[in-house]
């Protein structure tokens, strides 16, 4: 804004353009000479809109530090807690609660970003590889970087379960006001994996908050969780465990592994569902490895005529991953008057 003497109000003026400025001093004095013309030019006094952040060009400005004292910290945090301290208690973190605290602020998101801490999630994810076979893939593949690696890589989730929450319609006995009832049924299946290849298997109508207490290795055969081994190559996981009894028999699983979003990796495709019988001479050589007993089987394959090979083709609803934090809060619970279907997306 520009102000002249002897003018009661403020005149817009651009610095840059002074055609404008001309324009506006012949407005303002119209039968003016060119010596008064020059003296009220000498008397203006320019008003320019404050910008202090023009002030922080140039200057590098450190995580956590200010302009005026670099040496001050002004989150009280990490007044109190040395970095020593704040590394140990990063070390102790999940890689995804090392994911939520990077957000926090600028100095804990660059301290988490140090290499030791994916390293060693990173080595446990995918332990069955081995430590070379890691460490060249993260040389070769990802840069180096081994947050890169845990971010892209596919690998399966050990912090909680993957659900499949499957519905069906079953007719109901007609009664005396209801001719044709039918009843909405809904059962799920639960999958936990172990970095150390194996699984654990249940097929329930039980909600999720209440199988998931025992699904552990502690649980009994009464509770009908059945344990076997998983293989993951790329995102394709093969997986089989042996239902015990007078005909024993195998279930053989095939899943694709995605995410939602980087890193995620939430979601489990059912490709295909088989059971298949196997005889007495394979079950007592098998060691309880019943994957490496069925791998190289066809699809309609079985070594039990009176087990038939089954492939089944309903109940094949993509698994949802829910970490151990959620499952008293997840929308799994709903019951079906709540929810009568669920899109896992």
Same mark, same amino acid.
């Given at each position: 804004m520009v102000w002249c003497p002897g003018l009661e109000e403020y005149l817009p003026f651009c610095a840059n353009c002074y055609g404008l400025m001309k324009?506006?001093?012949?407005?303002?004095?119209p039968m003016a000479t060119k010596g008064e013309e020059a003296v009220c030019f000498q008397q203006m006094h320019f008003m320019e809109t404050s910008r202090p952040w023009l002030s922080l060009y140039g200057v590098r400005v450190r995580p956590g530090s200010t302009i005026s004292n670099p040496d001050v910290d002004p989150a009280l945090i990490h007044r109190c807690l040395p970095d020593e301290l704040l590394f140990e208690i990063f070390a102790r973190m999940t890689?995804?609660?090392?994911?939520?605290?990077?957000?926090?602020?600028?100095?804990?998101?660059?301290?988490?970003?140090?290499p030791i801490f994916w390293r060693g999630a990173c080595l446990?994810?995918?332990?069955?590889?081995?430590?070379?076979?890691?460490?060249?893939?993260v040389r070769f593949s990802y840069g180096g970087s081994w947050r890169k690696m845990w971010l892209l890589r596919p690998r399966l989730r050990f912090?909680?379960?993957?659900?499949?929450?499957?519905?069906?319609?079953?007719?109901?006995?007609?009664?005396?006001?209801?001719?044709?009832?039918?009843?909405?049924?809904?059962?799920?299946?639960?999958?936990?994996?172990?970095?150390?290849?194996?699984?654990?298997?249940?097929?329930?109508s039980q909600r999720l908050k209440e199988v998931a207490k025992y699904m552990n290795f502690r649980a009994s055969n009464a509770e009908c969780v059945f344990s076997g081994h998983y293989t993951l190559t !790329?995102?394709? $996981?093969? #997986?089989?465990?042996?239902?015990? *009894? %007078?005909?024993p028999t195998v279930l053989r699983i095939r899943l694709r592994l995605r995410g939602t979003c980087d890193g995620a990796n939430n979601r489990l495709d059912l490709l295909s569902l088989v059971t298949s019988g196997i005889n007495d001479s394979e079950l007592n050589d098998s060691d309880g490895?019943?994957?490496?007993?069925?791998e190289?089987?066809?699809?309609?394959?079985?070594? !039990?005529?009176? $087990?038939? #090979?089954?492939?089944?083709?309903? *109940? %094949?609803?993509p698994f949802v991953f829910v970490p151990f934090e959620e499952v008293e809060t997840s929308v799994l619970n709903l019951p079906v008057d709540k929810m009568d279907y669920f899109v896992p997306g």
């Amino acid at each position: 804004m520009v102000w002249c003497p002897g003018l009661e109000e403020y005149l817009p003026f651009c610095a840059n353009c002074y055609g404008l400025m001309k324009l506006q001093l012949a407005l303002a004095f119209p039968m003016a000479t060119k010596g008064e013309e020059a003296v009220c030019f000498q008397q203006m006094h320019f008003m320019e809109t404050s910008r202090p952040w023009l002030s922080l060009y140039g200057v590098r400005v450190r995580p956590g530090s200010t302009i005026s004292n670099p040496d001050v910290d002004p989150a009280l945090i990490h007044r109190c807690l040395p970095d020593e301290l704040l590394f140990e208690i990063f070390a102790r973190m999940t890689p995804y609660s090392l994911g939520r605290a990077a957000c926090v602020c600028r100095k804990w998101r660059y301290t988490i970003r140090n290499p030791i801490f994916w390293r060693g999630a990173c080595l446990k994810a995918w332990q069955m590889t081995g430590p070379a076979e890691n460490c060249r893939l993260v040389r070769f593949s990802y840069g180096g970087s081994w947050r890169k690696m845990w971010l892209l890589r596919p690998r399966l989730r050990f912090d909680g379960l993957y659900v499949s929450r499957n519905t069906y319609i079953r007719a109901g006995v007609a009664e005396w006001k209801v001719t044709n009832p039918v009843h909405v049924v809904c059962y799920y299946r639960y999958i936990r994996f172990y970095p150390s290849g194996r699984f654990l298997y249940k097929n329930s109508s039980q909600r999720l908050k209440e199988v998931a207490k025992y699904m552990n290795f502690r649980a009994s055969n009464a509770e009908c969780v059945f344990s076997g081994h998983y293989t993951l190559t !790329n995102d394709q $996981v093969e #997986a089989a465990i042996l239902y015990p *009894g %007078l005909r024993p028999t195998v279930l053989r699983i095939r899943l694709r592994l995605r995410g939602t979003c980087d890193g995620a990796n939430n979601r489990l495709d059912l490709l295909s569902l088989v059971t298949s019988g196997i005889n007495d001479s394979e079950l007592n050589d098998s060691d309880g490895n019943m994957l490496g007993m069925v791998e190289g089987w066809q699809e309609d394959e079985t070594h !039990n005529l009176d $087990v038939p #090979a089954i492939s089944h083709r309903r *109940g %094949l609803t993509p698994f949802v991953f829910v970490p151990f934090e959620e499952v008293e809060t997840s929308v799994l619970n709903l019951p079906v008057d709540k929810m009568d279907y669920f899109v896992p997306g």
